[in-house]
């Protein structure tokens, strides 16, 4: 069976699941399938209530909590302040105390190489999925360039089913956006280019202009980056 078929027969078993305990089962699951050392998904509800699925050993679980390292750790800070995924080396591992944290997960095992993408969720719902692993940059470049919109998409499915746990949840916000502009302000929140946004949706880059330009007037904002932002606090779209 190719990896697409075991993606998508994972991805259905996710879909269909009712119990969270389910989420445990398929990020294993997807982990065996990518061959990487972990996959965590874990998120923040609106109630501020957490919880998290993955691979880490208990013993690195609990050291985090008990060191309270949440207040540290450079993937967290580094994940909260963006949309797009991003490779580990590319956070701020400057400080003293995040290299002694860095040393500390390798040690438990967590891997020299992470790549994780950051969810904003209606109502203030904040997730991270990562895929941690222990090789040279060299591998984990070609591994993250061949596999980055598969774990994205991976991502938003761990979520989305999440979010039908959430106890108590709202419908979704009336859209003041077109079906397009929805289209288009998500794909970008989700880190695509807009080279890569205008193929998908099967238009000229021109059009998506238009769809963006829009969009941002609708919601008051000073730039792309603002208008997702405001469109992703507002519940108007789910990344």
């Known amino acids: 069976m190719t990896l697409n078929a075991q993606m998508e027969t ?3 078993k996710l879909e269909q699941s009712d119990t969270l305990d389910v989420l445990q089962i398929v990020i294993e699951e997807f982990c065996h399938l990518f061959a990487v050392d ?6 923040v509800d609106s109630a501020g209530d957490q919880y998290g699925c993955g691979t880490y050993s208990d013993a690195w ?3 985090y909590i008990e060191q309270n390292y949440l ?8 994940c909260y302040q963006r949309f797009h995924p991003v490779d580990w080396k590319r956070l701020d591992w400057s400080s003293k105390a995040a290299r002694v944290f860095q040393a500390e997960a390798i040690e438990y095992g967590v891997g020299n190489q992470g790549f994780s993408v950051p969810i904003r969720g209606p109502n203030g719902q904040f997730a991270l999925f990562t895929v941690s692993h222990t090789c040279d ?3 984990w470049a070609k591994f993250t360039e061949t ?3 598969a774990l994205i998409l991976i991502a938003h499915a761990f979520n989305q089913k999440a979010l039908e746990f959430e106890p108590d949840r709202q419908p979704e916000q009336a859209c003041g956006l077109s079906p397009r502009e929805v289209d288009s302000m998500t794909l970008l929140a989700m880190g695509y280019s807009r080279a890569q946004v205008a193929e998908t949706l099967s238009i000229s880059e021109h059009t998506l202009r238009v769809y963006i330009e829009s969009a ?3 919601l008051g904002a000073m730039n792309t980056t ?3 932002a405001r469109a992703m606090s507002r519940g108007l779209i789910v990344v």
């Open 10 to 12: 994972s991805l259905e």
């Open 38 to 43: 972990h996959m965590i998904y874990h998120w």
């Open 61 to 63: 679980r609990d050291r």
């Open 71 to 78: 207040r540290i750790d450079p993937v967290v800070i580094g």
């Open 137 to 139: 940059d060299a591998t």
């Open 147 to 149: 596999h980055r919109r």
């Open 216 to 218: 941002r007037f609708k």
């Open 226 to 228: 603002h208008a997702v």
